[in-house]
């Protein structure tokens, strides 16, 4: 298995870098399996050690530009249930983590780009980026938990509007939806993760722990029942042949002509 993401911890802060900067940083199977060891890492060390998170992408071009698509067009049933249920539970164990976790989104954040950043507790975008969930391009859906957080974050008509349409749109616009928190200039954004992130470690890690359970107990029963839906509805659509023309299009870079069938 190749190094695909570092963990590096300094002053208390520990950021995950995803390393696949000639792919975009896309989310494969070796990337998600060692995100899921780096969390467990993280979560059995001590507030001395560790009191926030951060996920960035490596490069200047993409946070994380999607998931493994040939991945998904060659496996069986079995296999992408398996990838699909890696993915989710990644993003629910950062979630979970009682740590305080920033995206700092410097380029794409598309597919699995975006239901990573919006596994975080905290979204900060650099102006130059892209959000988007690009699923049904392929004849699919948002599979790590996109139609779930991506409505939670902004509500169901902005989940809709940006599932459905497969939109592309800008770091203003996604704070002005409210699924980013902070934008900053490309050049003021380290600074502006640091600013924020320093001042969360400031903060009584118990009463931040205490105060992230509090806040998403609410709909832990019905994102938990969301999350095996998605899973079921992304497995279904492999049995129609729009998915399958929708996976090779992007491939063989053409448009998809989808038949509904």
Known sequence: ??????????????????????????????????????????????????????LRGAGDKAFVAGADIKLMQQSSEAELRSFIKLGQDV????????????AAVQGFAIGGGMELALAADIIIASTKAKFGQAETNLGLIPGFGGTQRLM??????????????????????AHRL???????????????????????????????AAAKRAIQQPYKDGLMLGLEKEV????????????????????????ANFRGE
């Open 91 to 102: 993003m629910n164990s950062l979630e979970a983590m009682p740590l305080p976790v920033i």
């Open 178 to 208: 409210h699924i980013v928190d902070y934008i900053a200039e490309p050049e003021e954004l380290d600074r502006k993760v640091s600013q924020v992130v320093s001042n969360l470690t400031t903060k009584g890690p118990l009463a931040v």
């Open 1 to 54: 298995m190749d190094q695909v993401v570092s963990l590096n911890i300094e002053d208390q802060i520990a950021t995950l870098t995803i390393e696949r900067e000639k792919a975009l940083n896309a989310l494969n199977a070796d990337a998600l399996s060692q995100l899921r060891e780096h969390i467990s890492d993280l979560n059995g060390r001590s507030f001395e050690e560790v009191r926030a998170v951060v």
């Open 152 to 173: 939670l974050r902004s509500g169901m008509g902005t989940a809709k509007t940006l599932i459905f349409g497969a939109d592309t749109i800008s770091a203003q616009e």
């Open 232 to 255: 079921d509805e992304f497995i279904g659509l492999f049995q129609f042949k729009d998915t399958q023309e929708g996976l090779s299009a992007f491939i063989e870079k053409r448009k």
